[in-house]
């Protein structure tokens, strides 16, 4: 049984930056791709990234693009979503998610079997 936790979120004002962390105690994410989603009140689990495992490729949603980069750090067992030019409707829970597969296939939710409890961002002015 894979457990993910994601952990970094907080309140930010509209062009600040955060950075999310996605760890994974008792279980090696190296070999896995990592998707991060977020869901806004009301709102469906939109895919935001993913990155592959062993070629680093990454996928984003063109809502985030030039603004959030995905990056992993296998010595600490850690992916990160850093998120800079935050605005308001970027406010939403995320979460990390993995199918244990190495390579990313697309930001559907469908796609990732495994999740964490999520981390609350909020953007406010």
């Known amino acids: 049984q894979v457990q993910l936790e994601e952990s970094g979120g907080g309140l930010v004002q509209p062009g600040g930056s955060l950075t999310l962390s996605c760890t994974a105690p008792?279980?090696?994410?190296?070999?896995?791709?990592i998707g991060w989603f977020r869901q806004a009140p009301g709102k469906e689990r939109e895919g935001v990234s993913c990155?592959?495992?062993?070629?680093?490729?990454?996928l984003y949603a063109d809502s985030v693009k030039g603004r959030f980069t995905v990056s992993r750090d296998n010595a600490k067992n850690t992916v990160y979503l850093q998120m800079n030019g935050l605005k308001p409707e970027d406010t939403a829970v995320y979460y990390c998610?993995?199918?244990?597969?190495?390579?990313?296939?697309?930001?559907?939710?469908?796609?990732?079997?495994?999740w964490g409890q999520g981390t609350q961002v909020t953007v406010f002015a």
């Open positions: 990155i592959s495992s062993f070629d680093g490729v990454t």
């Open positions: 998610a993995t199918d244990t597969l190495s390579n990313c296939r697309g930001l559907g939710s469908f796609l990732y079997h495994y």
């Open positions: 008792g279980f090696t994410l190296d070999y896995y791709e």
